[in-house]
Structure formats: C-alpha cells, structure tokens
C-alpha cells in the first residue's frame, strides 16, 4: 500500500494525551448538571496533530488492540488495513465481493479482544471476525435463513469480553447483543420492544464495565443501559444523529464533525466535562479513539496521532 507520511517530530510517537488527567484537573473549571444535560459547548483545550500516516480513500473507522497496533476500515478500497505503533504498515486485506476476505462497504472495526478482530460488512450484511493478524476465522451473517440472528446493513459493531457482540442494526433501526455460540440476540432498547421501536440508534459504545451507551436520533439523547440491558442513565444532547461514540477508561467522547468538537462526559452518569476543539489538519474527519492514554483522530484518508494543549 502506498503510503504518504509527514517529516517526524521530535517525540512524536510518544504523544501521550494522559485524558484521565487532563479531564480531572480540567473538572474545576466546567460545570455539571446532576440531570445529565449537554446544552452547549464549553471548550477546555485543542487537540494537536504530531504525527499523520495511512493513504485511504474513504476510511470509516478505526481500533487499537492491547499491543497497541493499530487498525482501519476503508469503505471504498474496500478492506481493512493493520499498522503498528509507529505508523507502519503491517498488512492488508482488500477486495470487493461476498467470499471471505472479501468486502462491500465495510464501516466499522473493533479490535479490543485480546485475539480478534470484527468488521462490520455492511452491504453484506454481516459481522466478520479474523485474527490479530487479519486471518479470517468466522462469519456472523444476518440474513442467513432460518438463523435467529436476523439483521442489515451493520453500522457499528464493539465485542464483550462474554463472546458477544454489540452492533446497530442500519436495516431495523435498532441496537442488538448477539451470541454467536449460542444463535441468538437481544434488542437494547427503552421500550422493551423486539422491533426496538421508540429508538433510532446511530452510535454505540461499550464501557469497561460493559455498559452500552447509546446515541439515539430519536430523542436527541444520550442513554446508558446496564448489564441487564435497562436504561441506567440519560442525556439530552441535541447532536445525537450526527455524533461518533468512543469511551476510555471511565470517560465517553462524543464526536461531533459537523461542529469540529470532541465533547466528554462521566462514561456512568453522563455529566458533561468540557470539549476539545480538532486541529486544522483534521480535514474530513470521522471518529475520534482514545486508547491507553494516547489519541487519534480519523480522518477519510489518514490517521492523526495527538496530544492535547
């Protein structure tokens, strides 16, 4: 793969952001509603590039494993593509098609488990699970007949440490915990509905304690469901539709492109901390991913290593 890569600055690969730090003594200075309300941006620091690789097309998303090798799904190339901790290319596994290794508008990856990696093959309509490195090992269909596993078009897609996996399922409008040993899911919902009626999903996220937070178009809000998948907690926020979910640690970063904003909130409560502003290098950006303390944003055609100023 062609790469093009920017001169290297001094300590570059360092880039520690220390978020966990930075969000608490930047707490004295924000301010918190015992309700869970987001009502406006309250910018406490900018986001600085130190570092840039990939040569993408049209990347989606991106994930870091505990080796700290990095990966990304490009939605028009289409595949996914596997660095390691400095940026540099490992391996590749592009194609278009249904056959195994093969891709049709890939959109999501999540590389947290300690020995798999899951992609979100949208207009396939399934979840595809390989190896660290990137060896396909299984499929987790959602328009295999006869299968209780039904769902379209996958969004999102996060792994429990249980063997399940969280997705949002783009042809139902819902937000789904599957068990592929087992054949089955559950809808995550605040109706109790099969159908998940009442929620328009558009973004997840898995905390450390395996809570999921959802960002619902529906009712422009923020909502935290426990392990027995029950609303825990909520927040309105008027940018739910747009928004990009990520959570480190105990804290939940809602992206907001359009703004140009990373917005955190208490990953439990949801009370708002402040926002960071993106660097003017991130042109066309589309997540934002904390992992151990460092950062990254993504952009359609390269990813950002940052620090924080």
């Known amino acids: ?60 998303a991106m994930s870091v494993d505990a080796f700290g090798n990095i990966y990304v799904v490009d939605r028009s190339a289409p595949g996914v593509f596997k660095f390691d901790q400095h940026g540099d290319s ?19 990856i999540d590389a947290s488990l300690t020995n798999a990696v899951a992609v979100a093959d949208r207009n396939n309509h399934r979840i595809e699970i390989y190896s660290k490195d990137l060896i396909w090992q299984a499929s987790i269909s959602g328009h295999e ?12 897609v996060h792994a429990g440490q249980a063997g399940n996996y969280f997705i949002i399922d783009g042809e139902n409008k819902r937000a789904l915990s599957l068990q592929p040993s087992s054949g089955s899911q559950q809808v995550i919902t605040t109706s109790g509905s099969e159908s998940g009626a009442g929620m328009n999903p558009v973004s997840l996220a898995i905390g450390d304690n395996e809570f999921v937070t959802i960002a619902d178009a529906n009712s422009r809000s923020l909502v935290v469901f426990n392990n027995a998948y029950l609303p825990q907690a909520g927040a309105r926020y008027p940018d739910a539709g747009g928004s990009k979910l990520s959570s480190s640690e105990n804290f939940l970063y809602a992206f907001d492109p359009a703004a140009g904003a990373i917005r955190i909130f208490d990953a439990a409560s949801l009370n708002y901390r402040g926002s960071l502003a993106l660097p003017r290098e991130a042109n066309h950006p589309v997540a934002f991913y904390v992992h151990k303390g460092d950062c990254y944003i993504l952009t359609k055609e390269k990813v950002i290593v940052c620090s924080k100023n």
Do not use: W
């Open 90 to 108: 490992i391996r590749a596994v592009v194609a278009f098609g249904k056959e195994h290794d093969q891709f049709d508008g890939p959109v999501d």
């Open 1 to 60: 793969m062609k790469r093009r890569e920017p001169a290297k600055s001094p300590g570059a690969l360092l880039c520690i952001c220390a978020f966990s730090a930075f969000v608490f003594l930047s707490s004295c200075v924000t301010t918190h509603s015992s309700s869970g309300v987001f009502d406006r941006d309250l910018f406490i620091g900018t986001i600085i590039a130190e570092k840039q690789f990939g040569n993408f097309i049209d990347a989606q």
């Open 145 to 156: 007949a006869g299968s209780k596993i039904r769902f379209g078009y996958p969004l999102e």
